[in-house]
């Protein structure tokens, strides 16, 4: 079964070709980054049109890379869930729009259980029973949320963040040291010559038995760190002792790496209990997600699943970002089962989890 997916929920125009939910053919993202930089962040106005006039080129690019036919086509799988609504909008219209022309069945997809299913393309050997159950980690700029997964379509949520995501946390870090949009990729790459114990911030933990997350106070303890303790000014507004334009290079990284020390210890922290949550025992562990791209998460959990003798599947770079070839290869699950949508099916912009 040949599928083309489309993903346009946020900021990357995505098109792809994969045969039977695994072989990936073609998988382009048109990137918009560099419309939103100088914003600090994705301005939803700018990312609808942006996928207007990328969404058309990029199908082209698809086919031609993955040396498909149209007719070839079997199904057209959109992310239809979460994501912005403008944005959703322009890629389940075109997909709409090609499963109408070519009579073949439309697929939405959730995007985010879409980022569980990166780690398995590619691949053909992995069965049903040699995954699962897993527990899955889908760390995005939008999500951080911990699921129990029997199947690639059978979730169920163990615990998700009380506040900010942690790609969320690291782009406004990376803000508050003036560092440039997406914030993870800089923060990464800095904290690699920084000190990691140079700064002292928090890594939460919540109740002993809970898996959600919560990193809005590490994104504070940062801009204290950065800026000193707020204090009233002579007016009566708030003021901080000190400006980030201040920060030498050094600091910089060890802030980076400090602070990036800290939001993998907490990741890792809710990973692993929910792990010792699971029963029966967890057979993988899934990982997906913008920020699954990060060094030192995928370090840690490739060190944890060693430990524990849990093989960890961790999806190549270009299946982290959002991407079109997980939407494609997620439908091929539904697809097989004769679970298709049709015309009516709607952009919604809040998902599963
Ligand atoms: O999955 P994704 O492309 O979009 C959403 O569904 O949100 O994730 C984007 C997020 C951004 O917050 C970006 O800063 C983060 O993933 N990210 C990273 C890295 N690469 C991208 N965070 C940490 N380390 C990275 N290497
Ligand atoms: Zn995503």
Request: with cysteine.
């Amino acid at each position: 079964m040949r599928i083309l997916g489309i993903e346009s929920s946020c900021d990357e125009t995505g098109v792809a070709v994969v045969d039977d939910g695994r072989l990936v053919r073609s998988n382009v993202i048109a990137s918009q980054a560099a419309l939103h930089v100088e914003y600090g962040g994705g301005v939803p106005e700018i990312a609808s049109r942006a996928h207007v006039e990328r969404i058309l080129p990029a199908l082209r690019r698809s086919l031609d890379e993955a040396d498909a036919t149209l007719d070839s086509i079997d199904a057209v799988a959109v992310g239809h869930r979460p994501g912005l609504i403008g944005a959703l909008l322009v890629g389940v219209s075109a997909a709409k729009a090609m499963a109408w022309s070519l009579g073949r069945p439309i697929v939405g997809v959730d995007h985010i259980e879409a980022h569980l299913y990166a780690g398995l393309l590619d691949d053909e050997t992995w069965t049903r029973e040699s995954i699962f159950p897993a527990v899955g980690l889908v760390v995005s700029g939008g999500h951080s949320t911990l699921y129990r997964a029997d199947g690639p379509l059978a979730l169920e949520r163990l615990g998700w963040t009380i506040d900010d995501a942690v790609g969320e946390a690291y782009d406004k870090v990376a803000s508050i040291l003036g560092l440039s949009y997406p914030g993870g990729p800089v923060v990464d790459r800095r904290a690699t010559s920084g000190d990691d114990r140079a700064y002292d911030l928090p890594v939460s933990r919540l109740a002993p038995d809970s898996l959600d997350f919560s990193f809005s106070g590490l994104k504070t303890a940062v801009l204290y760190a950065v800026r000193g303790t707020p204090r009233r000014g002579g007016a009566g507004q708030i003021e901080h002792p000190r400006d980030p334009a201040d920060l030498s290079e050094r600091e910089i990284d060890d802030l980076c790496a400090s602070f990036q020390r800290a939001a993998v210890a907490a990741l890792l922290l809710k990973l692993r209990r929910a792990i010792e949550t699971m029963s029966p025992a967890p057979r993988t562990i899934l990982l997906g997600g913008g920020v699954s791209a990060n060094s030192r998460l995928r370090a840690e959990v490739t060190a944890l699943g060693a430990t524990l003798g849990i093989p960890v599947r961790l999806p190549p770079l270009p299946y982290c970002l959002d991407n079109a070839a997980m939407i494609a290869g997620l439908a091929f699950e539904r697809g097989r089962a004769d679970d298709v949508d049709d015309l009516e099916l709607a952009a919604v912009p809040s998902g599963a989890g």
